[in-house]
């Protein structure tokens, strides 16, 4: 009697999830789909809405869920351009670094604001005079992140900040330091803002890894370290937890 009053009670809008027993995609590269997932909640609606009167929802899953890495394997495949390494125009970079450290670094305290800043206006002043890649990723990625923010998505600017920070995150890929932590942490919110998981995924296995050789999952107070260098280690390591989350 009380199961048959609790289905009574239970709102015509509410439909079980159920895990699904098998992994999607073929072969090696399959991967695995929880209940949490987008496509387990839109194959449940797809079923709640079959066993109703209402009329058939006709959704491709696999096309509404396919990511921007996926879409653009069907592209032709075109050889590799060389890398343009250039600054934007002061007053465009000025406006980027504004947005960022107002809407992103409140919320992603990644990068030490003063020494930020010190390496950008040797890279506004000599372009050249900035030879380390982790830099050049770190600038690019600000720049990169800030012009997604802003709702463009499509200018030279950004395909040409995208293609450098690229290039130079490859190149620093097996340097374990804190500045290619950093650079991980900050590909991971652009990727986000783009939608590309494959690259997410990557980006955040390296980091996790990373973080952990570090240390910077230990308490600080154990290392001597300096006070600016504890603070940036535990901001670095609460922010990709939270991205990671």
Not at 88 to 112: C, G, K, T
Not at 135 to 154: H, W
Not at 172 to 198: H, P
Request: aromatic share 10%; with cysteine; net charge negative.
């Amino acid at each position: 009697m009380q199961s048959d009053k609790k289905s009574e009670s239970e709102p015509d809008d509410m439909f079980m999830v159920q895990q699904s027993p098998s992994l999607q995609g073929e072969g090696t590269d399959s991967y695995f789909a929880g209940t949490s997932s987008a496509r387990t909640f839109i194959e449940a609606y797809k079923r709640k809405v079959s066993e109703s009167d209402k009329p058939a929802v006709d959704i491709d899953t696999d096309q509404l869920l396919a990511t921007r890495d996926q879409k653009l394997d069907d592209s032709p495949v075109s050889p590799k351009s060389p890398v343009t390494w250039k600054a934007p125009s002061r007053m465009v970079s000025d406006q980027l670094i504004n947005i960022y450290f107002q809407e992103w670094a409140p919320l992603f305290p990644i990068l030490h604001r003063p020494t930020f800043l010190t390496m950008y206006e040797q890279y506004t002043a000599d372009p050249e005079a900035i030879a380390d890649k982790a830099e050049i990723a770190q600038l690019n990625l600000v720049f990169g992140i800030a012009s997604l923010s802003g709702g463009d998505r499509s200018s030279e600017d950004l395909a040409s900040f995208e293609s450098q920070w690229k290039a130079a995150t490859d190149s620093i890929l097996t340097e374990s330091c804190m500045t290619t932590l950093q650079v991980l942490v900050l590909a991971q919110i652009f990727c986000i803002q783009r939608g590309e998981l494959t690259r997410l995924l990557t980006y955040k296995g390296l980091a996790t890894t990373l973080s952990a050789r570090l240390g910077l999952h230990q308490s600080q107070k154990r290392f001597a370290l300096g006070t600016l260098t504890c603070e940036t280690r535990k901001k670095v390591f609460w922010t990709l937890y939270t991205v990671d989350w």
